[in-house]
């Protein structure tokens, strides 16, 4: 069976008496997208485990003869720089020098091929601007949850190139001592957030070049949100009893909250036996594979043989 969110709204609907006549006041999209986050974070669930990511470098651009708009001198041109320049969230560009303007970091609101629009000015009617827009971050997938322990990432094209995963006191203080990075440098990265609380991971020696599917990761994945009524739930078919459960409970808490409050409901599914169910099928997705020895699953008894190799390899997937 696959439930669509119809289906799910039906179900709750006969299950609170309300049939066809849902409330308008509420959003049944809103709920089934609230229960699904609900219901992730409930559990490390192996489902949304092994997703693949292809990461993307953005080379630093270089602004010889840049000029601000009038009044309010919010929007910088340089014909044709930004053409391949991809913009997110919490880039900025360092202004050197230039006529009327302010030497200076400024945030950038958006970009077109020829504009940057600032979120301030650094001043009216600039001219001769020179300035670099240096590109330090790198988007990740918009379903990413969290990077997997292990993550196996490598380059394209037989370029070697490599990512360490650091603190991100210790990319900031590499970035101190600025360095321009190769396509075979080895990276040094830190996942962060931006200003709009979405993941990003922020690198150095900062990109020099753009560089399309440079980085392959292996990531946990965070809810997908629907968005109309006749959308699939992304859920498995072994759990879609669950999340059906879950939904009625979930509006029951907020029609019925004076005969029992919303947390409690939803600590009833994840106390309830169909739940546990749902855990157990779904760790038999991909078993651990035990401690090897000597590069082989160890029967039972078999004696270390000295220099074997002795590590723990859990869901390689």
């Known amino acids: 069976m696959t439930i669509r969110v119809d289906s799910c709204l039906a179900r709750i609907g006969f299950s609170l008496g309300f049939g066809d006549q849902w409330p ?11 229960v699904g986050e609900w219901l992730i974070g409930t559990h490390p669930w192996k489902f949304l485990e092994g997703r693949e ?4 470098l953005r080379g630093s651009i270089s602004i010889t003869a840049g000029t601000t708009n009038a009044s309010p001198g919010t929007t910088l041109t340089s014909t ?10 919490g880039d900025r560009v360092s202004i050197t020098s230039g006529t009327g303007v302010t030497a200076g970091s400024y945030d950038i609101a958006s970009s077109t091929d020829d504009t940057l629009v600032l979120k301030t000015s650094p001043g009216a009617s600039g001219s001769a601007i020179v300035a670099t827009l240096d590109l330090p971050t790198i988007a990740l997938p918009a379903n990413f949850g969290e990077m997997q322990s292990g993550a196996a990432i490598q380059a394209k094209d037989n370029i070697v190139s490599s990512l360490v995963f650091v603190p991100m006191q210790d990319v900031v203080q590499r970035r101190s001592s600025p360095t321009v990075a190769s396509a075979s440098w080895v990276f040094f990265g830190a996942l962060a957030h931006n200003s709009l609380m979405e993941p990003i991971l922020e690198v150095y020696p900062t990109p020099s070049s753009n560089s399309a599917e440079h980085f392959r990761i292996l990531y946990l994945a965070k809810w997908d949100p629907v968005l109309n009524d006749t959308d699939q739930v992304p859920v498995p078919a072994y759990m879609e009893g669950l999340f059906l459960m879950a ?14 409050p919303l947390y409690e409901r939803l600590g009833r599914v994840e106390a309830s036996t169909i739940y546990n ?7 038999r997705i991909q078993r651990s594979y035990g401690r090897l020895r000597g590069g082989a699953v160890s029967p039972t008894g078999m004696r270390q043989a000295a220099g074997s190799l002795r590590s723990e390899v859990s869901s390689p997937g």
Request: net charge negative.
């Open 80 to 89: 044709g720089s930004f053409t391949d320049y991809t913009f997110l969230d």
């Open 24 to 34: 308008s006041a509420v959003s049944g999209l809103d709920i089934v997208n609230e």
């Open 247 to 260: 939904c009625t409970e979930y509006a029951r808490g907020l029609f019925e909250e004076d005969t029992m």
């Open 277 to 283: 169910q749902c855990v157990r099928q779904d760790g």
């Open 53 to 56: 990511g292809l990461l993307n």
